[in-house]
C-alpha cells in the first residue's frame, strides 16, 4: 500500500502549517518550566512576559533537524519496530485509572501483579508491537511509583515497553532497573527497551512544568521518549475541526522544537490524541468519529514534515464490549490506517480511556491484525493475478481443489479466532456465545497456561536487592480460575 | 424603562446568556428603584429555570448553560451585597487548587464557578499547588473546605501526599478535603484519605454545602434561592469528563 487517503489537499496542508506557524509567532505557547523557557530563549524564540514566540525561522531550523524514523527496542531485536517501516506499529492505550476485574466483571483500581497478568497477554497476543502500560500500581511503595509498574512489565513482555516516569528521581530508578536487567548502564543504552511518554504541552499552548522536564531530561540523555498533543475541540481547542488539528499541529511544533534544540536529530512521533467535546453534556467523546478524522488529518501533516506519526486511535466512549465499542474502534482505525497512520494506541481501554479490560485487549489484537492484513494489501504481482489457476479451471469449475488454494488456505485470509463465522447451528452447539465471552475465553487460555518469568533469577535477585519494597508482580491466574 | 420591561429583559437575556445587558440591565433596575428580591425572583430565578427546562428536553447544549449561568453571575455580582445587608452573607471559604505537577485546569475553574455560584468565597490557588502551598493557605484563610484537583492519573497520588502535609502541620482536623478530576473515582478519593470526591463541578457545590451543613448553617433568604437556582440549571448542564 503506498497511495494514503486524504482529507486535505496539498495547499490545504502548507496553509494549515502557515497559520500553524502564525499561532507561534503571533500567539505564543505559556512556558511554565523554566529549563524549556532557558532552552528556547536561547535559540532565538521571544521572551514576552509569560509568553514565548517562536518566530518562523526557529521552526524551520528545528523541523530541518526532525528525523525520518523512531524506533522501539525490545528486549531482542527481533522485537523491534521502526517507524514508519514497520507501520502499521500496534501499541496498547495506558494508564488507564480502573481496570475491569475478569473474575467479577467489576471496575476496580489495578495493581502490580494486574500489570503481570497484562503485560503477559500483550506479550503473547500477536498483533500487539509495544506494550504501553496499561494502569497504574495502586500498591506501589512511596517514591516507587515507576519501577513497581515496569518490574511486571519486564518480567513478563518482551516487547518495547512504554511507559512514563514522573520526575528526575523516578527517572533514575527506571533507569537502575533497565541497566539491572540488560546487565549493564551500557547494554542498556545500546538497547533502550523502555520508552518514555508524555503530553509536555497541556492545550490550550501551554507548556506544563513535569512532562516537559522529563521530556527535556531524556532528550539530553539521549533516550527514547515522545510527547502526544492532546488538544479538545470545544474545551482547550476551537470548535472545529480545522481550527482543533491547526493548533494541535501547532503545539506538535512547540515541542518538537524544544527538543531539536537541546538535541538536534532527537527521534520524534507526531503522536496525538485529539477530540472533539460533545456539547450536549460536555462528554470527553474519543470513541467520536472526529477524533478518527483528526487523527487522518494529522497523518496527512506529518507526511507533509516527513516524520513518523499516529497516536490514540480506536478508542470507544463504550462502557462494555458492545456494538458501539466494536463500531467506534473500527471506524477510526481503518481510517487512521488509509490515512496512514504508523502507530496505533489502541489497545484494551474502555470508556473513554479510564477503565482497562482484558477481553476488549484480546479484540483490539483481533483489529490489530485485521488492520496489518489490511496493510498488506493486495500484494500486486503477476503470480497473484492466478492466470493459469483460471485457465485451468475454466468457466463453470471450481478452484477449492487448486494447488494454489492448499498453498495458500492458511494466508491470503486473516483467520481470525475471535470473529465467529460459524454456522448458527455450530455456534448454538459451542455456547452461543459472543465476542466479549469468546476473547475472556482467549485470556484465560494464555493466562492459565504456564508462564514463565522472563528475568532470570540471579538476575531477579539483584533486582531484589535494589529495590526490596517491589510488589512481587507474578503472572499467577486470579485463584476463582483455578 | 418601566419596571416591567426591565424585568422582561432581564429574563430574556438570562435565557440567551447575555452577561454585559443583564448586568446593565440589572443596573438599571437598581437605579429605577426596582427590588433586588423583585429582579430574582419575577426574572432571573424564572429565566434559569427555562433554561433548565430547555436542557432537559435536549433543546440547550451545555455552551448555553453555562452563558446563562454567567449571565446570572453577573447579575448576582450586583445584587449580593444588597441582599446580605439584609441579613444574607457567604455560605463559608474555599481553598482550590491543581495538585503539584498538574497544570490542567478547566475543571477546576469550571468547580470555582459553580462554588461561587453557590455563595462560596474562593481562594484559588491555581495549577501546580505544592503540598507547603496548600498547607501555607490553610493556615492564612482558615478555609472550611479545601479542594484539591488532579487530571493527570500520575498527579494523583498528590492528593495523599498533600493530606499528609496538613496532618504534618496539624491542619486536618481543623478543614474538610475534597477530590476531583477527570480520572479520580470514589473509591480513589477513600483511599488517599479525602472526606468526599465529586464527579462533576456542579455535585462539588452540592457535596461543599453539605459538608458545610455540619459545621455552620446556611444561609436563608433570596440569595440563597437564587444560588440554588443556579446550582440546578447547571447540575444537569455538567461536562463529564472534566
Known amino acids: ?482 | 424603562m418601566t419596571h416591567d420591561e426591565i424585568l422582561k429583559g432581564l429574563f430574556d437575556n438570562t435565557i440567551l446568556g447575555k452577561a454585559v445587558l443583564v448586568k446593565e440591565l440589572t443596573q438599571q433596575g437598581l437605579d429605577a428603584t426596582l427590588e433586588p428580591t423583585e429582579m430574582l425572583y419575577k426574572a432571573l430565578l424564572p429565566a434559569l429555570q427555562e433554561v433548565g427546562r430547555r436542557f432537559e428536553l435536549g433543546d440547550f447544549f451545555v455552551p448555553e448553560m453555562l452563558l446563562s449561568a454567567k449571565a446570572m453571575q453577573g447579575a448576582l455580582t450586583l445584587l449580593r451585597p444588597l441582599l446580605a445587608a439584609k441579613g444574607d452573607k457567604s455560605l463559608g471559604k474555599y481553598v482550590m487548587g491543581t495538585v503539584k505537577g498538574d497544570v490542567h485546569d478547566i475543571g477546576k475553574n469550571l468547580c470555582n464557578i459553580m462554588l461561587e455560584g453557590a455563595g462560596f468565597e474562593v481562594i484559588d490557588l491555581g495549577v501546580n499547588t505544592s503540598p507547603e502551598k496548600f498547607v501555607d493557605a490553610v493556615q492564612k484563610h482558615q478555609p472550611d473546605i479545601v479542594g484539591m484537583s488532579a487530571f493527570l492519573t500520575t498527579t494523583m497520588p498528590m492528593f495523599k501526599v498533600t493530606i499528609e502535609a496538613l496532618k504534618k502541620a496539624g491542619l486536618r482536623d481543623k478543614v474538610r478535603v475534597m477530590v476531583g478530576g477527570a480520572p479520580v473515582t470514589a473509591q480513589y478519593a477513600e483511599l488517599a484519605g479525602a472526606d468526599a470526591y465529586c464527579p462533576d463541578a456542579s455535585s462539588t457545590a452540592r457535596k461543599a454545602k453539605e459538608l458545610i451543613g455540619a459545621t455552620g448553617a446556611a444561609p436563608v433568604g433570596a440569595l440563597a434561592d437564587a444560588v440554588k437556582a443556579v446550582e440546578q440549571m447547571v447540575s444537569v448542564a455538567e461536562p463529564e469528563n472534566k
Open chain 1, 1 to 482: 500500500m503506498n497511495t494514503f487517503a486524504a482529507l486535505l489537499t496539498s495547499e490545504q496542508i502548507v496553509r494549515i502549517h502557515e497559520a500553524s506557524l502564525e499561532i507561534l509567532e503571533n500567539v505564543g505557547l505559556l512556558v511554565r518550566n523554566a529549563q524549556a523557557k532557558e532552552y528556547l530563549a536561547k535559540h532565538g524564540c521571544r521572551v514576552d512576559a509569560e509568553i514565548i514566540k517562536f518566530p518562523r525561522q526557529v521552526v524551520e531550523a528545528a523541523r530541518a533537524a526532525f528525523p525520518p524514523t523512531f524506533t522501539f527496542y525490545g528486549r531482542e531485536p527481533k522485537y523491534d519496530r521502526t517507524l514508519p517501516r514497520d507501520r502499521p506499529v500496534i501499541v496498547t492505550g495506558s494508564s488507564a485509572p480502573n481496570m475491569l476485574d475478569p473474575v467479577t466483571g467489576k471496575e476496580r483500581r489495578a495493581y502490580a501483579d494486574d500489570i503481570a497478568r497484562i503485560a503477559r497477554l500483550i506479550h503473547e497476543l500477536p498483533g500487539y508491537d509495544v506494550f504501553s502500560i496499561s494502569t497504574l500500581a495502586e500498591d506501589a511503595p512511596l517514591d516507587r511509583f515507576t519501577v513497581t509498574r515496569l518490574y511486571p512489565a519486564l518480567k513478563n513482555c518482551l516487547k518495547p515497553i512504554r511507559c512514563s516516569a514522573l520526575n528526575p528521581t523516578d527517572a533514575a530508578q527506571a533507569l537502575q532497573l533497565g541497566a539491572l536487567v540488560a546487565g549493564s548502564d551500557a547494554a542498556y543504552r545500546e538497547r533502550p527497551f523502555i520508552t518514555h511518554h508524555y503530553c509536555p504541552i497541556v492545550s490550550p499552548l501551554t507548556f506544563d512544568f513535569d512532562s516537559t522536564e522529563m521530556l527535556i531530561y531524556f532528550a539530553e540523555q539521549g533516550l527514547p521518549s515522545f510527547g502526544s498533543v492532546v488538544p479538545n475541540g470545544g474545551m482547550s481547542a476551537p470548535l472545529t475541526l480545522l481550527g482543533t488539528l491547526t493548533q494541535g499541529n501547532a503545539e506538535f511544533l512547540a515541542w518538537t522544537t524544544l527538543i531539536q534544540m537541546i538535541r538536534p536529530g532527537t527521534p520524534i512521533i507526531y503522536s496525538s490524541l485529539p477530540t472533539i467535546a460533545d456539547m450536549r453534556r460536555g462528554a470527553y467523546s474519543p470513541g467520536a468519529i472526529e477524533s478518527g478524522m483528526l487523527v487522518m488529518g494529522m497523518a496527512q501533516m506529518a507526511h507533509f514534515y516527513n516524520v513518523p506519526n499516529g497516536g490514540y486511535i480506536g478508542l470507544t466512549n463504550s462502557k462494555i464490549n458492545d456494538a458501539q465499542s466494536g463500531y467506534e474502534s473500527g471506524m477510526s482505525n481503518v481510517g487512521a490506517l488509509l490515512a496512514g497512520a504508523d502507530m496505533f494506541n489502541l489497545g484494551g481501554l474502555l470508556d473513554a480511556l479510564m477503565c482497562f479490560d482484558f477481553a476488549k485487549a484480546v479484540i483490539d489484537d483481533d483489529i490489530a491484525r485485521m488492520l496489518k492484513r489490511m496493510q498488506r494489501g493486495f500484494e500486486f504481482g503477476e503470480e497473484n493475478f492466478a492466470f493459469d489457476d483460471i485457465a485451468a479451471t475454466g468457466p463453470g469449475g471450481m478452484f477449492i481443489d487448486r494447488p494454489r488454494t492448499y498453498a495458500l488456505m492458511k494466508e491470503t485470509m486473516y483467520l481470525s479466532d475471535i470473529a465467529d463465522r460459524d454456522a448458527r447451528n455450530r455456534w448454538q452447539k459451542q455456547g452461543a456465545l459472543d465476542t466479549q465471552a469468546r476473547a475472556l475465553k482467549r485470556v484465560r487460555e494464555i493466562l492459565m497456561s504456564d508462564q514463565p518469568s522472563f528475568i532470570s533469577p540471579d538476575v531477579d535477585a539483584r533486582i531484589r536487592a535494589a529495590f526490596a519494597d517491589l510488589p512481587a508482580g507474578e503472572c499467577v491466574p486470579p485463584k476463582e480460575w483455578k
